[in-house]
C-alpha cells in the first residue's frame, strides 16, 4: 500500500502527498475507531483509486502533535525574533523558547531585519546569539531585505516540518517570500497565499519551502503556560538543566536552597543573568496561576 504525508485538509478531504503526487483521500472508518482524526503532518498508508482519488487506511504513530495550528510530527519551530522594530527582547525570546521545549519540538532562532540595525545593535546581536548557541541552540541572523543570512536558513527546512513563530511584525512572512517568491505572501500575513477569501475558515496547510514543508499558520499564538509545571522549567533551560547535576539537593528549584549550582554558574558569568531571572520569573508565574477549575 501507498504511504504519503497528509499536507493539507478541507471539507472532509485529506490531501496527501506521496512521491511528488497529490491525492485527494477520504478516511475510511479503520482508524476512527481508535478516535483518531486524521491531521495535517501525519504519515499515512493509503489506498489509491486513481491517480488522484483515494482512501486513507491507517495513520502512523505521532511524534507530537499541536493543537494551535492543528498539526502533527512537527520537527522544529523558527523562531523568528527582529533585531529591531520591535525591538529584541530575551524575555519574549525566553518564553517561546520554554513552550517549544516543553512540547519537545527543536527550536532554531532566526533574528531578522539585521539590515536596519546599527552597528552597536549587529555587535549586541551577535553577542546574543553566542549566547543562544552556548544553550545549543542553532542562531541566524538574516535580512529579507540584503538576503543576508538565508542561505544558511535553507539547510535548516530541509526534509523537516517547520512551524514559523514569533510576534506579528518581525517579518516571517518577509522571510518566506524571500524563500519562495512565487507565493507572493501578503507581509504581515503569513496565510495569503493560498486564494482564501478573508472570511473562509482557516484551514492550516503545509507548503513546501526549500526542501521542506512549512506550516502556512505561524505556531505557538497563545505564550501562557497553561500545562507546564513548576519542575518542568529545568528540562525548558537545558543549560539549567545540565548544571542542576552538581547542585547539592535533588529536585533544587534553583531559588535560596544552599550549595545551587545554577546559581554559582550565574555568579560566575557561565549561565547569563537574564536567563535565571527568566526562569525564576517564569516560575513564579505558574506559581501564581489560577488554578483551571
Ligand atoms: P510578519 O508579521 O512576521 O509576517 O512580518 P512581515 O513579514 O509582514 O514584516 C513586517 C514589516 O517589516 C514589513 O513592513 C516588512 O517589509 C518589514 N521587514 C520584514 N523583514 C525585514 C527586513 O529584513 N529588513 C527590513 N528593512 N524590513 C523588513
Ligand atoms: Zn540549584
Redesign the pocket.
Known amino acids: 500500500m501507498p504511504k504519503g504525508k497528509i499536507i493539507k485538509a478541507l471539507s472532509g478531504f485529506y490531501y496527501v502527498l506521496s512521491e511528488g503526487q497529490l491525492i485527494q483521500c477520504r478516511g475510511r472508518g479503520v482508524f476512527r475507531k481508535n478516535k483518531i482524526t486524521p491531521l495535517v503532518g501525519d504519515e499515512v498508508v493509503f489506498q489509491a483509486e486513481n491517480e488522484t482519488d483515494g482512501y486513507i487506511l491507517e495513520v502512523n504513530e505521532r511524534k507530537n502533535e499541536l493543537v494551535r495550528p492543528p498539526i502533527a510530527n512537527v520537527d522544529q519551530a523558527i523562531l523568528?525574533f527582529?533585531s529591531v522594530?520591535p525591538d529584541f527582547s530575551t524575555a519574549l525570546l525566553d518564553r517561546f523558547l520554554v513552550l517549544i521545549e516543553y512540547n519537545r519540538i527543536d527550536p532554531v532562532i532566526c533574528i531578522?531585519?539585521?539590515?536596519?540595525a546599527s552597528s552597536e545593535e549587529v555587535e549586541k546581536m551577535k553577542e546574543y546569539a553566542a549566547q543562544y548557541e552556548a544553550v545549543g541552540y542553532p542562531v541566524i541572523l538574516?535580512?529579507?531585505?540584503?538576503e543576508a543570512g538565508i542561505e544558511q536558513l535553507l539547510p535548516y527546512l530541509k526534509d523537516k516540518i517547520s512551524v514559523f513563530a514569533?510576534?506579528?511584525?518581525?517579518?516571517?512572512?518577509?522571510?518566506l517570500?524571500v524563500i519562495r517568491p512565487d507565493l507572493d505572501?501578503?507581509?504581515?500575513?503569513?496565510s495569503a497565499s493560498l486564494g482564501r477569501g478573508k472570511h473562509t475558515t482557516r484551514h492550516v496547510e503545509l507548503i513546501s519551502i526549500g526542501d521542506g514543508l512549512v506550516a502556512d499558520t505561524?505556531g505557538f499564538s497563545s505564550l501562557e503556560f497553561l500545562e507546564i509545571e513548576g519542575e518542568d522549567l529545568n528540562y525548558c533551560f537545558p543549560e539549567i538543566e545540565k548544571t542542576s547535576e552538581n547542585c547539592k539537593f535533588r529536585g533544587c528549584l534553583h531559588l535560596s536552597e544552599p550549595k545551587c549550582a545554577v546559581k554559582e554558574a550565574v555568579e560566575n558569568n557561565q549561565i547569563p543573568t537574564y536567563r535565571y531571572e527568566h526562569y525564576k520569573d517564569f516560575l513564579q508565574e505558574i506559581r501564581d496561576r489560577k488554578p483551571k477549575y
Do not use: A, C, R
Not at 514569533?166 to 522571510?175: C, R
Not at 505572501?185 to 503569513?190: C, D, F, G, R, V
Open positions: 523568528v527582529s522594530e531578522t531585519k539585521m539590515d536596519l538574516t535580512s529579507s531585505e540584503t514569533g510576534q506579528s511584525g518581525v517579518g516571517k512572512s518577509s522571510l517570500n505572501l501578503k507581509t504581515n500575513e503569513i505561524p
